[in-house]
């Protein structure tokens, strides 16, 4: 994942662990189906008694203290069950950026908890942990990041020149461009993880993805990122933000087609798919309302603004998307839905 684009941390009104309850409904609505997959499909060997979970793209908590304590009942209803083992230990490895704010993370792990606690700061796109043996892992909203923009999407000579903020799916060329990025950075995600489980090991993908037929522009999130590239847009007609860094700025995520995220598993081949489900989260309607949109949008992509544009420029773009997204509110209720899903894959 680019270095910049991490969510912003502290615990303040403005923060991520704040405002993710969205992506947190997701794992609350896979529950089920998680804790079924690892009970017949978990298959590893073990003689200390200890189980090794990481979450890849953990951010600052409170959805990455869930899904780890999900992975642990489960896992802990499965052996005990069948082994009669009187205790499991785990161990837990949380994984994001350097710039991740782990210190929050740390700070308000629940107090009850029952497993030991690491911090692995890097890039997922590549091995994190080198002399671990990894029984679960989970990546959660973090596998539609891309670790670069494709330069050619950035250089305003060239005729790939992407002149929105993200792809919105209308330019074929700038969809090829993120497309090969993004299928280079899955391999790679996959690979890597393939490194650190062991066989029969689970690894468990929660995260969005679009139906077949429809662009990204014509979702909220679509419509939402193009609103924050038009308010960027007036800054730098007013001056206040320099339009040759606009024009090289782009949002390093791809929000891939499920059919192109199954293909790129498939094309992995050191993985059987245990479960490729599609959620119906009945949580997953977001509020259509102008201060929560913007708040939304502002813990996770005011971030990469402030670190290219600096923050007061962010604050201010921010003012500026709230004016814009209250004008677009009827069009964001008919946004076309994301697909919302759980992959369970397993080591082979």
């Known amino acids: 994942m680019s270095t910049s684009f991490t969510m912003i941390g502290g615990e303040g009104p403005d923060s991520y662990q704040k405002h993710s309850k969205c992506q947190g409904g997701l794992l609350e609505a896979a529950k089920e189906k998680i804790n079924e997959t690892i009970s017949t499909k978990l298959d590893i060997n073990f003689t200390l008694n200890l189980v090794n979970i990481a979450d890849f793209g953990c951010s600052t908590g409170p959805n990455t203290f869930k899904a780890v304590q999900t992975i642990i009942d489960a896992v802990e209803h499965k052996y005990q069950k069948e082994n009669n083992y009187e205790e499991i230990e785990f161990q837990v490895f949380f994984n994001d950026s350097s710039n991740n704010d782990f210190n929050t993370l740390f700070k308000t792990l629940p ?153 790129t598993i498939e094309d992995n081949g050191v993985y059987t798919i245990e479960r490729f489900d599609i959620i119906s989260n009945e949580n997953e309607e977001i509020p259509i309302d102008e201060d929560f949109l913007t708040v939304s949008f502002k813990v996770t992509v005011g971030g990469i603004v402030a670190s290219q544009f600096g923050q007061d420029a962010m604050d201010k773009t921010f003012e500026v998307v709230k004016i814009k997204t209250q004008e677009i509110l009827p069009q964001l209720a008919n946004a076309k839905p994301e697909m919302q899903y759980l992959i369970v894959l397993r080591r082979i």
């Open 111 to 263: 107090q009850a908890r029952r497993y030991y606690t690491a911090g692995v700061p890097g890039s997922f796109f590549g091995r994190v942990l080198p002399k671990i043996t990894l029984h679960v892992g989970v990546s959660s909203y973090s596998l539609h990041f891309v670790s670069t923009v494709p330069k050619e999407i950035k250089d305003h000579d060239s005729h790939v020149w992407n002149k929105d903020i993200h792809c919105t799916g209308l330019s074929k060329e700038v969809v090829k461009a993120y497309l090969d990025q993004y299928k280079i950075d899955m391999g790679s995600y996959l690979n890597a993880r393939a490194q650190e489980l062991v066989s029969g090991g689970l690894l468990l993908l929660l995260g969005s993805c679009l139906p077949n037929g429809v662009q990204m522009s014509e979702t909220l999130n679509g419509m939402m990122l193009d609103c924050i590239g038009s308010a960027l847009n007036d800054m730098a007609e007013k001056g206040l933000i320099d339009q040759e860094k606009l024009d090289t700025f782009k949002l390093p995520i791809y929000v891939a087609y499920a059919s192109e995220l199954k293909q």
